[in-house]
């Protein structure tokens, strides 16, 4: 008679559960009907396996593989991603943590390949999870730590943050470092709360248990019926089974046999539901354990439904299988960290003969403006009454200033042009140790007895494509070299055709990276808004390079005080002209200090940090050149 209530208690808890959140599928189902691109529907379907990964886990495999299918075929690498991150989470409650393990990894690995840091964030989330399931709880805290970072870096996934932080207080549970325990699980709620974003059950959970460690039951109790109401709201059976699972524990703990045995049934009959074999292991073991001295018959059934939920998941086979993918895993990062090492290294060698040879050529010029001044001194001393020679020796000096000005520029593009030129690198690096991966795969195919040439085809195809994208990458940072060094030179007096909208956005980019480089604390928003019917027009591109690297310097400098600090630049055609506008939010120009701008020399900024020739230079390359 128990059996039978307990049964339609649960069918119950089911029912209600599930027709709370059948409006939110059946909305996200009619999204993804009446969605009009292929990006659009991976990302639904996505969804639709998230949700129903905690109770129809079948239906959570159907959506996540046609999700994978898709993004593999639209080559969408950022739905790619969250599919097999999610079917890999689905699989690992299902059973089959190898499977699980090497999802999680290919997820990673697409996510590292395409800098996607987010996407990385979610699979380094998931790996941990795997390794605190197999209790290897030092590295899950590295995983979790990796992911942390990320999401406080990137937090355009608000959830992730305080998921990732009280998964973080669970390691630290099962460690029994209650202060750690405390300090992660409160952070996570304070997030959860601030971002209005509803309270996870999990942390509900870990403060449940951290209570009762402390010996506070009453709340305990208060906390575990609250993640049991709000798992049962959401129809999240696989954490409702968890959480009934711990609520037993604390019942046993606390000589509460009836009520031990009332939840931890409950809780094994919903983790059969979804086939969820950590929860059918952890609460079948509790059962048999119970039912040890009282029942041995009862004791025996849930004995070998234990035996059998964890050779599912731990058995010799499984494990080997694990721990094989594990290694290799590590073995690829290492010769990961190891290659950006050596590449660092190289970085610094260039980064340290760069700033040489512009010590040198500060040098040299100062040395020849030095000398100039010398000359000119001697001229005006020999020559006092010829006031024409003087204005002249005047004139050059002024004109030698300017040159120095337009050198100086360069010092000023240097840090964004690295930061530039490094996403090239990391792809021509990233796609070399691949090939390299693929020639060793050829050789030893090709050493065999019988060869397989539909694999060395294949495999013959992959590097070719590798060797493009590497070629394709190569030019993209020789094209930015190009670019630094046409910028360096003096102007040939030829025009060229050019494209105002990339030369306008590219020295957006550099100025920003620029100065922040210089000015660590400093933090800008920007964006550009260009006309896209904009013709190309021969200009001289080194000196409109110089005229917008002024301006826009000069309007990151205005709002270096402003709360929220933006800088837009726009082009638009209009009849025969061409207009370029850089704007801020800063606290503008008076009308006093407008009328003097473009004067030589004249600056509004502290000794030291202005020449006072950039918008002068910046006036006569307009209006002369």
């Known amino acids: 008679m128990k059996a039978l209530a307990l049964t339609i208690f649960l069918s119950l808890i089911s029912s209600c559960s599930f ?75 299902l059973g089959n943590l190898p499977k699980s393990m090497a999802m999680q990894f290919k997820a990673l690995q697409i996510a590292k390949d395409n800098n996607l840091l987010e996407e990385t964030g979610i699979s380094l989330n998931y790996i941990a999870g795997n390794y605190s399931n197999l209790n290897e709880y030092s590295k899950a805290l590295i ?23 009280n998964n973080i207080g669970s390691i630290f549970l099962d460690l029994n470092q209650l202060d750690s325990a405390i300090y992660y699980v409160q952070q996570a709620y304070d997030l959860f709360i601030n971002r209005k974003l509803g309270i996870n059950s999990l942390v509900y959970l870990n403060f449940a248990e951290i209570q009762a460690k402390l010996g506070n039951n009453q709340l305990a109790i208060d906390y575990f019926h609250k993640g049991l109401a709000l798992s049962q709201k959401i129809n999240n059976l696989q954490v409702y089974a968890l959480i009934s699972y711990n609520f037993a524990k604390f019942f046993q703990k606390t000589n509460q046999l009836d009520s031990c045995i009332y939840y931890v049934k409950k809780g094994l009959e919903v983790a059969q539901s979804i086939s969820y074999k950590e929860g059918i292991l952890n609460n079948s073991s509790l059962l048999a354990e119970i039912y040890d001295t009282k029942d041995t018959k009862e004791a025996l059934r849930y004995l070998k439904m234990a035996n059998a939920a964890k ?44 700033g040489l040879a512009i010590l040198l050529l500060v040098a040299y010029f100062l040395y020849r403006n030095n000398q100039k001044e010398k000359k000119s001194k001697n001229l005006l001393q020999e ?20 040159q120095s000005e337009k050198l100086a520029s360069l010092g000023e593009l240097t840090a964004g042009i690295a930061h530039e030129i490094q996403n090239p690198l990391n ?24 060869i397989d040439k539909e694999l060395i085809f294949d495999l013959a195809t992959d590097l070719a494509q590798n060797q493009e994208k590497i070629s394709l990458h190569g030019k993209r940072a020789s094209s930015i070299v190009k670019g630094m060094l046409e910028h360096s030179k003096a102007s040939s007096g030829e025009k060229e055709l050019t494209d105002i909208n990339a030369l306008a956005d590219e020295y957006l980019r550099l ?15 920007f964006k550009t808004d260009l006309d896209p019917d904009l013709p190309k027009i021969n200009v001289l591109p080194q000196d409109i390079g110089r005229v ?7 309007a990151f400098w205005a709002v270096k005080t402003v709360e929220k600090p933006l800088v837009t630049l726009c082009t638009e055609k209009s009849e025969n002209q061409i207009i370029i506008k850089v704007k801020d939010n800063g606290v503008g120009i008076s009308n006093e200090v407008q009328s003097k701008i473009f004067q030589p020399f004249f600056t ?12 002068s230079l910046a006036y006569d390359i307009v209006t002369k050149g």
Do not use: C, W
């Open 548 to 554: 917008l690297l002024n301006l826009i310097n000069n």
């Open 427 to 450: 792809f021509v690096n990233n796609f070399s140790e691949v090939s390299v991966e693929i020639a060793n795969e050829l050789k030893e195919e090709a050493q065999k007895t019988e």
């Open 19 to 93: 027709a709370q959140n059948r409006q939110e599928i059946d909305r996200v189902k009619h999204e993804l009907a009446i969605a009009k691109h292929d990006t659009s529907r991976v990302l639904i379907m996505r969804e639709l396996s998230f949700i129903y990964r905690t109770s129809i886990p079948d239906s959570a495999v159907f959506f996540a593989e046609k999700g994978m299918a898709l993004a593999e075929k639209i080559k969408f690498p950022k739905g790619l991603i969250r599919n097999t991150a999610d079917y890999g989470r689905v699989l690992r409650d």
């Open 511 to 525: 100025a920003y990276h620029g100065l922040r480089a210089k000015e660590k604390d400093f933090n800008s928003d």
């Open 383 to 402: 020559q006092k009454d010829k006031v024409e020679t003087t204005l002249s020796q005047l004139k050059s000096t002024q004109a030698q200033l300017i």
């Open 143 to 165: 995983y979790y730590k990796k992911a942390k970072r990320i999401h406080e870096i990137y937090p355009s996934l608000p959830s992730r943050l305080p998921i990732v932080l």
């Open 311 to 354: 050779e599912s998941l731990f058995g010799s086979g499984n494990i080997q299988a694990i721990q094989t993918l594990i290694a290799q895993e590590e073995a690829r990062q290492k010769e990961i960290e190891d290659a950006k090492l050596a590449y660092d290294n190289q970085l610094k060698q260039y980064g340290l003969l760069a």
């Open 604 to 615: 509004t900024k502290p000794t030291g940090q202005g020449t006072g020739l950039g918008l």
